[in-house]
């Protein structure tokens, strides 16, 4: 690709990401994937339990008026588009989480994730904002799939369990969540996968930064996704285009790669 011969810098290593001059090109996806990873990863971490604990609580312990209603109102998350979660996240979220984000910073600034970031805690453009609503935009993915891989453990099991004086909580335990397991993966990389491909939602929420990220939550920046949509106007000529064309083809790669990591854990869960 022309753009890469043109590139001044080391494409995976570099934390520049400079297409103003043609002659001068440089650009590398170190700061992407830090912040991309990060955000990502975040949201997984926060969406998983929370999903798991609402599917097994509309499988097994919502009475059906109850859980009816209330996994539509989950599922009806999926359809907000990703501008208003954007919006809620930096006007209405980021206010209410800055006292958390200096706590932490305070109290575990020791440890990186933690530490000061590139961008001030204030105002709330961080990755640490981005996470969180990130997480609640694969919420309804995680849960719906979870919660159907749930519903297909064999009853036969759950009635031996039973037989044999197992609480509710035992069967769970011991018979849902091990029949369900390779579907929570799957269903867990498929919330990756959205997170990672995410655009409108973080290129509102985080700031840009004038520094290299430092593996903090508290880091600003772009993800692949927002910093292809954030240079838009940039697409009217060839060797910058194809520099972006380059972050977009990292980015496949990765998302690649974490799909064919989530069949093979998957796959091993059922062979084994």
């Keep these: 690709m022309p753009s890469l011969r043109a590139n001044h810098a080391n494409f995976f290593t570099s934390t520049q990401f400079d297409t103003s001059d043609d002659e001068q090109l440089a650009f590398g996806v170190r700061d992407l994937f830090m912040v991309t990873a990060l955000s990502s990863i975040t949201a997984l971490v926060l969406a998983v339990p929370v999903a798991v604990g609402i599917a097994v609580f509309l499988t097994h312990y919502a009475p059906r008026r109850l859980s009816r209603p209330f996994g539509a109102m989950v599922d009806l998350l999926a ?93 769970v335990r011991m018979t849902v969540l091990p029949y369900g397991r390779s579907g929570v993966v799957a269903a867990s990389m498929l919330g990756l996968g959205r997170a990672l491909g995410e655009t409108v939602a973080v290129l509102v929420i985080l700031r840009s930064a004038a520094r290299p990220g430092t593996w903090s939550l508290f880091d600003g920046g772009y993800t692949f996704a927002s910093k292809i949509a954030s240079a838009a106007s940039e697409f009217s000529e060839p060797l910058p285009t194809g520099a972006y064309i380059s972050a977009g083809f990292a980015l496949f790669v990765l998302t690649f790669l974490v799909n064919a990591a989530a069949r093979a854990i998957a796959g091993g869960k059922v062979n084994g």
């Design 79 to 171: 359809a907000v588009p990703s501008i208003i979660f954007g919006l809620w996240g930096i006007f209405v979220l980021a206010p209410k989480l800055e006292p958390i984000a200096r706590f932490l910073n305070r109290n575990l600034g020791w440890l990186f994730l933690f530490k000061q970031g590139n961008v001030s805690l204030a105002g709330g453009g961080t990755i640490f904002t981005a996470g969180i609503v990130l997480s609640v935009m694969i919420l309804p993915i995680v849960t719906s799939i979870s919660r159907e891989v749930f519903r297909q453990t064999p009853l036969i099991q759950i009635e031996a369990a039973l037989a044999l004086g197992a609480t509710k909580w035992e069967v």
